[in-house]
């Protein structure tokens, strides 16, 4: 999906939710103030402080990464190696730009009338946005001051970083359940599921509205079994609204082999839509919402 311009009628629109096959690459940090010229010690101090973060990039688009037209920020650095990333560029934090906080505060103080005419908002993203959370924290804080919808986009296995304030300054969080057996989430990401289903139990006892996002990967996610399994944890969290189903696709290839990182599933197939439909009647077999 191409990036709207601002003040487009398309702006105001909405549109479907599109998985993550439509999204573009994003706007980079163009317009955004790069600290290149800060020195090393400098830098590392203020990311610790949460004044500066590495950027990936940013974009602006419609019912994509929550309600309404959203500024997502896509942090650089990523604790988990996704069989299935289509953004491996983000997996490393020195792959980011430094950037202000306060710059970006601005950029979405632009963009409130349109965040409040469409019900949009900031979605904080990555890469995994809670490999930086004092950063992530100040956004959000800074977000919620000007009355701005708060949604954060992440694995969760990072949750315990999340501070009782952060979550106080978010309205929404994407969570990537990516499998529902261990053994499986494992192979997909390399890390353990417990820390997932640990950061919703939280979100779900603090009454923070969850969406889980699982991506369809035929022969990786797609066992009945593992369906399941996602499904069952799902069900315990009664804050959650919304299970996606997002259909594997191939358009990171490319930058796996740029990166000359070993991409394991060159070979595999994009579901056909009536695997995806398959998949979302089961879910909604366990009386899920899906979409």
């Known amino acids: 999906m191409p990036v709207v311009p601002l003040g487009s009628p398309e702006m105001l629109g909405d549109q479907d939710f599109?998985?993550?096959?439509?999204?573009?690459?994003?706007?980079?940090?163009?317009?955004?103030?790069?600290?290149?010229?800060?020195?090393?010690?400098?830098?590392?101090?203020?990311?610790r402080e949460g004044t500066l973060g590495s950027v990936h990039s940013w974009e602006l688009v419609t019912?994509?990464?929550?309600p309404g037209t959203r500024m997502t920020v896509f942090l650089a650095g990523c604790p988990l190696r996704c069989l299935y990333c289509h953004n491996p560029d983000t997996m490393a934090m020195r792959n980011g730009e430094p950037v202000e906080v306060d710059e970006l505060l601005r950029r979405i103080r632009r963009y409130r009338r349109i965040f409040?005419?469409?019900?949009?908002?900031?979605?904080?993203?990555?890469?995994?946005?809670?490999?930086?959370?004092?950063?992530?924290?100040?956004?959000?804080?800074?977000?919620?001051?000007?009355?701005?919808h708060?949604?954060?986009?992440?694995?969760?296995?990072?949750?315990?970083?999340?501070?009782?304030?952060?979550?106080?300054?978010?309205?929404?969080v994407l969570l990537d359940v990516?499998?529902?057996?261990?053994?499986?989430?494992?192979?997909?990401?390399?890390?353990?599921?417990?820390?997932?289903?640990?950061?919703?139990?939280?979100?779900?006892a603090r009454g923070i509205e969850i969406w889980v996002r699982f991506v369809l990967v035929p022969g990786l996610t797609d066992a009945p079994g593992n369906i399941d399994a996602v499904a069952r944890i799902a069900q315990r969290w009664g804050s959650m609204s919304r299970l996606e189903v997002l259909p594997f696709h191939q358009m990171g290839r490319d930058k796996w082999a740029s990166l000359h990182m070993d991409y394991q599933l060159a070979d595999t197939q994009p579901p056909s839509m009536e695997q995806v439909d398959e998949v979302r009647e089961r879910f909604r077999s366990f009386g899920l919402t899906v979409h």
């Open 18 to 47: 599109l998985a993550p096959a439509a999204r573009v690459s994003g706007a980079g940090t163009a317009g955004l103030a790069e600290l290149t010229d800060l020195e090393r010690s400098d830098r590392l101090a203020r990311m």
């Open 63 to 66: 019912a994509v990464d929550g």
């Open 116 to 148: 409040r005419n469409t019900g949009g908002g900031i979605t904080l993203s990555g890469g995994e946005v809670l490999m930086q959370p004092a950063f992530a924290g100040r956004l959000l804080r800074g977000a919620k001051e000007m009355g701005v």
């Open 150 to 172: 708060t949604a954060l986009d992440t694995s969760g296995f990072l949750g315990a970083s999340a501070t009782d304030q952060m979550l106080e300054d978010t309205d929404l």
């Open 178 to 204: 990516k499998s529902g057996i261990p053994g499986t989430y494992r192979k997909v990401t390399g890390r353990e599921l417990q820390p997932t289903v640990d950061f919703g139990d939280r979100l779900d």
